[in-house]
């Protein structure tokens, strides 16, 4: 039976009297980058510190690649924390920031080097930027040598505290590229927490979405992004309408999704929905979001920028065909 | 600009006060340094000028007298850094009303009353230098401890958990991330330490021996006890430089 990389056992902890865990259990495969995706307060990065070892679960045990961590100090874990402000320390140049772990090793100075250069290389810091502290390099810049400093040590687990959160939308991109590159490259399990869908699909193997202490979807970007099994998975990771509705010959009480792009306005080959009027149009550039009413309920609609229906007009609002996901009826959260 | 100009408009008063008085203090002290010592109840002769207060300055009494001031500020100031970074870690970790109850704790010696405290330590410790070197670090320690509690807990609280998830032991945190990131405060204190040491009068006049006075001391003697300002004035100015060049030995740093 081959071993996970990262497995949590039915994970429980409180800060006070509200569970801020309640029994989290997951399968992560070795070598695959896995992201927890979560609004704010539902015990995320509690997950990731109880894992890094900076907290200790009150029930539930962690295993990192077999063996079980959940009593080890962080220090002895072999993991490779990136945190949500870089925690690079300012008194040190790039190159001893990325060094630290090494020297903490007490490993020979000139294999120390080595690898620290060869780091340096693979998370594309330059050369005339290495000797720089912290205070003296760009946002980006910083963001690699914190990179490095966790890999550095070639640790079995790669933890990313919300590591994109404090950059513009450019570096992000830059940067998203570059974790999920480094990442293949080297072959660690990853684990990376966030509260950005886009950034969770567009990085892993695989997410845990969490909600409330629990978590309650695991799967693919694409099959949660298509196929969630909840209203709250379908609503946060994207744009979502979720009207009441059942498949013909199906239990009924449960609801329909269909995402904004599967909709189509005035489209000619696809079968044929229904007239609404246009209540708003948004231009984001790249695409337009419209808001059309059918009867009494509301469809957001995404379309090329080049068709703007002006608000008041009558339009034809189609599904393009196996685009419509019925939700489970037991599925809302 | 304007902010710049408003600043130094709210600055300056403060700044003339403290420049000007100093300056003002000096001035009077070497001038008063270089009158005939005064006959009788006079305090000095007015007009004269006199190299007679400096002539003593040189003897085994007063060569004595500038060794302990000398050894009193260095064991303050090294004393009052070492127990203030202890108490300082102790402190820092604590949040909220815990932090505000150890911080009273530590700063009790300058609640309690400079005299009441004197008094107490004067019943504890033996009289002679350790007893007025313990006093004045006892004086001192409450304010030595605010500034490197401050320093510690300016330091960013994620660095120590990275660093100890890195690898490092507790000793290796200390010595690569604590200690750098803190010694700007105990650069400061050390400072603080010796400049408040070589001023040491209460601790030296309640604890010390009759052989261990310090220059703070043997002034308050010179003019009020036996009425010699002049000679108390030439101390003073010894005191003057041997604090300044203190400061400015503190101050000095590699070039880079």
């Keep these: 039976m081959p071993v996970d990389g990262l497995r949590l056992e039915e994970i429980s902890f409180h800060f006070d009297t509200a569970p801020t865990l309640a029994g989290v259990s997951l399968k992560v495969p070795a070598g695959a980058f896995v992201s927890i995706l979560g609004p704010s307060g539902c015990g995320k990065t509690t997950l990731v510190k109880i894992v890094a070892g900076y907290l200790k679960p009150l029930a539930g045990r962690v295993l990192l690649h077999g063996t079980d961590i959940t009593n080890a100090p962080p220090g002895k874990r072999n993991t490779g924390m990136v945190f949500q402000n870089l925690a690079l320390f300012p008194h040190m140049s790039a190159r001893g920031n990325v060094a630290f772990g090494l020297e903490a090793r007490g490993l020979p100075s000139s294999e120390i080097r080595q690898r620290v250069e060869a780091m340096l290389d693979q998370v594309g810091l330059k050369p005339d930027e290495r000797n720089r502290q912290p205070g003296n390099l760009s946002g980006g810049q910083q963001q690699r040598v914190a990179l490095g400093r966790a890999l550095v040590i070639q640790p079995s687990l790669l933890m990313l505290d919300e590591p994109l959160s404090n950059l513009d939308s450019h570096l992000r991109d830059q940067m998203r590229g570059l974790i999920r590159q480094v990442q293949r490259d080297t072959g660690v399990t990853t684990m990376m927490v966030t509260h950005d869908p886009e950034e969770a699909m567009a990085m892993s193997d695989l997410i845990a979405v969490m909600n409330q202490g629990t978590i309650v979807e695991v799967g693919t970007g694409r099959d949660l992004y298509q196929r969630p099994r909840s209203a709250f998975v379908a609503r946060f990771l994207g744009l979502a309408n979720i009207v009441d509705g059942s498949v013909i010959g199906h239990r009924p009480g449960s609801s329909l999704l269909v995402r904004p792009e599967c909709l189509v306005i005035n489209g000619e080959g696809v079968p044929f929905a229904g007239i609404g009027k246009v209540i708003n149009s948004e231009f984001f550039g790249a695409d337009v979001l419209v808001t059309v009413a059918l009867g009494n309920i509301q469809m957001l609609v995404r379309g090329r920028p080049n068709i703007m229906p002006q608000p008041g007009t009558e339009v034809r609002v189609s599904a393009m065909p196996g685009t419509i996901h019925e939700l489970p009826a037991d599925g809302e959260s | ?256």
């Design chain 2, 1 to 256: 600009m304007t902010l710049l100009r408003a600043s130094i408009a709210i600055l300056l008063p403060a700044l003339l006060l403290v420049v000007g008085g100093t300056a003002a203090g000096a001035i009077l002290t070497v001038r008063m340094s270089l009158h005939a010592p005064g006959a009788g109840a006079g305090l000095f002769e007015p007009g004269s000028v006199s190299l007679s207060s400096w002539a003593s300055m040189g003897d085994a009494h007063h060569r004595g007298i500038v060794l302990t001031t000398i050894l009193t500020g260095l064991g303050v100031s090294l004393l009052s850094t070492a127990i203030g970074a202890l108490l300082a870690m102790l402190a820092a970790p604590f949040a909220g009303l815990r932090f505000m109850g150890v911080m009273v704790l530590i700063l009790a010696p300058r609640l309690s009353g400079v005299l009441a405290s004197l008094f107490g330590l004067q019943r504890l410790l033996p009289r002679g230098w350790i007893g007025s070197l313990i006093a004045e670090t006892w004086l001192l320690v409450p304010y030595s401890t605010l500034i490197l509690v401050i320093a510690l807990r300016g330091i960013d609280p994620h660095l120590v958990p990275a660093a100890r998830g890195l690898g490092a032991s507790r000793w290796q945190v200390l010595r690569w991330i604590i200690w750098p990131l803190s010694l700007p405060a105990v650069a400061l204190t050390l400072q603080l330490g010796w400049v408040w040491g070589f001023g040491a009068f209460l601790g030296p006049l309640f604890l010390g021996g009759p052989d261990q006075s310090t220059l703070a001391v043997e002034i308050h003697h010179e003019a009020f006890d036996l009425g010699r300002w002049p000679r108390a004035a030439a101390e003073g100015v010894v005191l003057m430089v041997l604090t300044a060049s203190a400061m400015a030995a503190g101050s000095w740093r590699p070039r880079p």
